[in-house]
């Protein structure tokens, strides 16, 4: 017996030593995901100056946004169909190809190309970061690791623009782009040296109809969302067409997932409260968190006077109580097993802290905005990754895959709609404050585009500068307060999460121990 635990425990050592290089691999992919577009925003308008293609410019994120999304629910179930590991690596290569050829581009028709080549792969790296862990780690132990996962978030939204306008000075446009393939190649050696999961060959086909229908209903979705009331009028022709397509083709997906032998998206892991209900927190968080990471550094540069670098700077409050909330929520849940009240808790702090966001002025001073900030972030903190966790828990082994991609679809054409929903409200109410305000040159100022750089601001005259800080106060009013009423939707559907025990082990409880300290009873062989 004695050899048997000697020999035991060096493997047991080996194992968490190899599960922690695994997930320093998973974060440094999941950090290549988040910190590309915030990276590559800094640097378009020298993009834009060496390539030209201005009228372009919004397909280098649209064509990047639109491949992601699209591919998504598709990475998801090729890694439950085929292995985890090898799919996963897949959506790793495809996306560094992607970048060195974007890095490559001579023109902005090619940087569009290459940017959806890009998006492709990077609609593999959350899932596959997301179902790897959920393969790797028991529910119940992987409230531990949300606090990393938050950090690499929080870290890309403060340190993207940072790092983007510095590689952009120092060393050109072009490198925003291969700075990804040495943490691209470092993560791939480690994950396939490291990471064992067994294969699978699935006998069924790829459901090709399911995953083409899909594909055109989120290409029209996002369409919609980018398109409306920016490059067309929401009424639209061209928009309605896009509607009339997106619902159709949906409507013909879910239709045709009745009927496939191995559809794409499994409409029987819905038929899990838990799973829907955090599908619809998860798409509310994405509503209201990248409203308000756009919003915000608009509201303080262009009424606090902050800097473009300072902008990011001052959304430390949010993203420091995001963080530090999450490790606390991860933290109890893996010791208690509980998580209701944290989503409950979180939706609620969402609510206050946005209508706190909506009541500022021209005269709110950054502490008290911190403060409200600090507010969203707490409850930002206590979602996002326990939707997620949830989510994993609500459905067997098998669908892993399918609930991962499913959640961080939900939550990406959350932050479609979020950004153009609220955006439409932002723009309108500028537009009408600044009519009134600043007469005609104010209408003028903001007829093609409500958001004007430092440097535009700069140089207006007092009047309207004045009128235009009172204008964007307006149209993050609006925002907010539209974003508040949206996360009272969250509130509802935590409130009807039912609490079902965490897969895995915990800590064990007293009687657990005992239970295990206590001698086996001696077992008699039965005759055969």
């Known amino acids: 017996m004695a050899d048997t635990d000697t ?11 190899s599960v922690r290089v695994v997930l320093l691999a998973l974060m440094i992919t999941m950090m290549l995901a988040m910190l590309d577009n915030m990276i590559i925003g800094t640097a378009m308008p020298t993009i834009v100056g060496e390539l030209g293609g201005l009228e372009h410019l919004s397909w280098v994120v649209t064509a ?42 001579q023109d902005m028709g090619q940087l569009i190309g290459f940017r959806a080549v890009q998006g492709l792969g990077a609609g593999g790296l959350m899932v596959g970061v997301m179902a790897i862990i959920g393969d790797l780690i028991p529910p119940r132990e992987r409230g531990k690791y949300q606090g ?8 890309a939204m403060i340190g993207g623009p940072l790092v983007g306008g510095t590689i952009t000075d120092h060393w050109g446009w072009r490198w925003a782009f291969y700075i990804n393939l040495p943490l691209g190649v470092v993560a791939l050696a480690a994950i396939s040296a490291v990471l064992h999961l067994p294969k699978k060959r699935a006998k069924a086909r790829i459901d090709y109809l399911g995953a083409g229908l899909l594909t055109v209903g ?29 619902v159709a083709a949906l409507i013909g997906f879910v239709f045709w997932q009745t009927k496939a032998a191995e559809p794409v998206l499994p409409l029987h892991i819905f038929r899990s409260r838990n799973f829907t209900l955090m599908s619809l927190i998860g798409f509310i968080t994405g509503f209201v968190m990248f409203g308000a990471t756009l919003f915000l550094p608009l509201y303080q540069q262009a009424v606090q006077g902050a800097s473009a670098t300072n902008s990011g700077l001052l959304l430390l409050p949010m993203l420091g ?12 849940t893996t010791n208690t097993g509980r998580y209701y009240v944290f989503p409950v808790l979180g939706s609620a702090l969402m609510i206050v802290g946005l209508y706190l966001l909506s009541t500022m ?23 996002m990754q326990i939707t997620m966790l949830v989510a994993q828990n609500s459905v067997e082994m098998k669908d892993m895959g399918v609930a991962s991609s499913s959640t961080t679809l939900f939550r990406t054409l959350g932050s479609s709609f979020g950004v153009a929903i609220m955006g439409a409200l932002f723009n ?62 969250a509130l509802i559907a935590a409130v009807f999460v039912k609490e079902v025990p965490l897969k895995g082990a915990g800590p064990k409880t007293d009687e657990e121990k005992a239970a295990q300290e206590a001698p086996a009873p001696m077992q008699v062989a039965e005759p055969v």
């Not at 021209?362 to 206590?382: D, E, I, K, Q, Y």
Request: glycine share 12%.
């Open 7 to 17: 020999a035991a425990a060096p493997e047991a050592a080996e194992k968490p030593r």
């Open 64 to 105: 990047y946004t639109l491949a992601t999304a699209a591919s998504t629910p598709l990475w998801g179930k090729l890694g439950d169909m085929y292995g985890r590991k090898g799919v996963f690596m897949s959506s790793i290569v495809l996306f560094l190809v992607g970048s060195a050829l974007s890095g490559m581009a």
């Open 148 to 155: 990393m996962m938050a950090g690499v978030m929080a870290l």
């Open 218 to 246: 989120i290409t029209a979705i996002v369409l919609v969302t980018t398109w409306g009331g920016t490059e067309y009028a929401w009424t639209s022709a061209r928009i309605m067409e896009l509607i009339g397509i997106g």
């Open 321 to 332: 109580a995001m963080l530090v909330t999450s490790m606390v929520a991860g933290r109890v």
């Open 361 to 383: 002025d021209t005269g709110t001073s950054r502490f008290t905005s911190g403060v409200f900030m600090a507010v969203v972030g707490l409850g930002m903190g206590c979602l």
């Open 428 to 489: 309108n109410r500028v537009q009408d404050v600044m009519a009134q305000r600043g007469g005609t040159a104010g209408a003028k100022m903001t007829e093609q585009s409500a958001q004007v750089n430092a440097e535009g601001l700069a140089k207006l005259p007092a009047a309207l500068r004045e009128a235009y800080q009172h204008a964007v106060s307006a149209g993050t009013h609006s925002a907010f307060l539209l974003g508040s009423a949206v996360a009272i939707l």
